[in-house]
């Protein structure tokens, strides 16, 4: 054989190459918005000073990465923020008394709360069908096999409430779902940018600058 000539591309490493591209493209975290409510009687306006509160009693790190994520994305936004840890006394869950504390020492007009509701799994099993070794003419009526393929995508389902610090009632709430999610500090900032750009969009943040 000449080694100069080009040889046809085999089918399977073709097949094999797609199927690891889409492993790829699984294991990347992206969010989106599954529902959203607005109160339709409040006329206030855009909020002007943000107070971001993440709830976990168990991971503090992750809780103080998420409300520093989000405080940044709103400053670099034009608006004003601060994280909940600045201003609560301690770490654990704070009472219905230190939280408007905290809120009002912060000179907050809004409280941003975002909760994680829980962790699911789904299972897809779906089969894929690929020519053999020697695959030629005939290869199309014989000697294709299937492969089946077995994938387990984790989804993080989050709550996120906009509470008018004034009222204390909540204007704003939204259920968004996280696909694999691996860290707080690698998957917050693509999860505030998708919760900022609705808060803005529903007219209670001014537009980013």
Known sequence: MNPHMHRRPDPLARWLVLVA??????????????????????????????????LSARDVTARRVLE?????????????????????????????????????????????????????????????????????????????????????????VIETTLFDVRSKRIVWSATSETINPSSVQKDAPGFADVILASLRKDGFLHASR
């Open 68 to 156: 520093d994520v989000l405080a940044a994305k709103l400053k670099a936004g034009g608006v004003e923020a601060v994280p909940a840890w600045q201003f609560l006394a301690n770490d654990g869950p704070a009472d219905e008394s230190a939280l408007s504390a905290a809120v009002a020492a912060s000179a907050a007009d809004a409280m941003l709360m975002v909760r994680l509701l829980g962790v699911e799994t789904q299972t897809t099993v779906w089969t894929t069908v690929v020519p053999g070794p020697g695959f030629g003419w005939y290869g199309f009526y014989s000697g294709w096999y299937a492969y089946p393929q077995v994938t387990q995508t984790q989804i993080a």
């Open 21 to 54: 591209g889409a492993w790829l493209v699984a294991g990347c975290a992206s969010t989106t918005l599954q529902s959203t409510w607005t109160d339709p009687g409040y006329d206030g306006g855009p909020f002007k000073r943000i107070f971001v509160i993440g």
